[in-house]
């Protein structure tokens, strides 16, 4: 049976586990000039209804350090952007290519595209999900920490893929996780269901940073306005007032906390420049482990 990568629900504790040192080992083994091609001769291909700088970049040379090739296919220059039925294009893609990364807006299209697909399917980014970006923060972390156990993690913003994400990742893995929300831009409420249904880890939703933040060991924060939700944009500064990570929100959590932030950030709405580019930021390990971690979700699943 083909194993795909949607959503982290799908994965134990163990299995996700594996994927981080895997990812810290081939991180490693990159540094120190050791050959890795893992994917020798193999091809992913890459789909983008939505645009990308990171996700692209890392699939594709993670593809190339790996011994294999990554094709980029856009919406604009496929027939999936004329309307070719999700299914159809997912068994000829099949045909090809031996893996498939889709970047897109509905969670859907992912599920259904794996369902008709006879080799792996990555969830690249949907509205509702952003698993790799997860597991390269918590690989981050896990860098930065020694682990992820007994910390205290706080979202600060909207409740988007990302903080959805986030919730998954506190059930499966059993620490604590503190999201501030304001109100009517909380997290799916059938992700938090979920969640909470597990019984584990701590799961909190506030609409004050002030109670997320204290304390915190790991501060994380996105856009107010993610892609899509553009004409939203005003709108969303004002229900987000008080909700920028700066250096008064950071006075109040660990002292020895770290920033994430999975970028593009925009400086002076949910980030401070002063916090973006302090000491406590650990930014650019987070975007550079987007291509340690997807090399080690390629090279399990292909």
């Not at 600060?156 to 503190?178: K, P």
């Not at 999201?179 to 249904?197: F, T």
Request: with cysteine; glycine share 8%.
């Amino acid at each position: 049976m083909t194993r795909h990568f949607l959503r982290l629900r799908d994965y134990t504790k163990q299995e996700l586990d594996g994927l981080l040192m895997l990812a810290a080992e081939l991180k490693q083994k990159q540094q120190n000039g050791i050959e890795h091609q893992l994917l020798k001769g193999k091809t992913l291909a890459m789909i983008f209804e939505k645009a990308s700088t990171r996700t692209r970049i890392s699939f594709e040379v993670g593809m190339f350090q790996l011994g294999g090739h990554g094709l980029f296919i856009s919406s604009a220059n496929s027939q999936m952007g004329r309307g070719e039925p999700i299914k159809d294009s997912a068994r000829v893609m099949s045909r090809y290519c031996d893996g498939v990364m889709i970047r897109t807006f509905g969670q859907e299209i992912v599920d259904e595209f794996a369902r008709y697909s006879s080799v792996p399917v990555i969830n690249g980014l949907t509205d509702l999900y952003h698993p790799c970006q997860i597991l390269s923060d918590l690989q981050t972390v896990i860098e930065h920490k020694g682990g992820y156990q007994g910390l205290r993690f706080a979202w600060v913003g909207d409740g988007n893929n990302m903080a959805n994400t986030w919730i998954e990742a506190a059930a499966i893995l059993g620490f604590d996780l503190a999201l501030a929300c304001p109100q009517g831009y909380q997290p799916d409420q059938e992700v938090l269901q979920w969640a909470q249904a597990q019984g584990t880890g701590s799961i909190t939703i506030t609409e004050d940073p002030h109670e997320a933040v204290r304390g915190a060991h790991v501060i994380n924060t996105d856009v107010w306005a993610s892609m899509g939700q553009e004409a939203e944009q005003k709108q969303r500064e004002l229900a987000f007032q008080g909700y920028c990570v700066d250096d008064r929100l950071m006075a109040l959590a660990h002292p020895e906390s770290v920033v994430l932030h999975c970028l593009p950030a925009h400086r002076g709405e949910e980030i401070s420049d002063s916090v973006i580019e302090g000491p406590r930021s650990v930014v650019w390990d987070e975007a550079e482990n987007r291509l340690h971690i997807q090399k080690a979700i390629m090279a399990t699943l292909m």
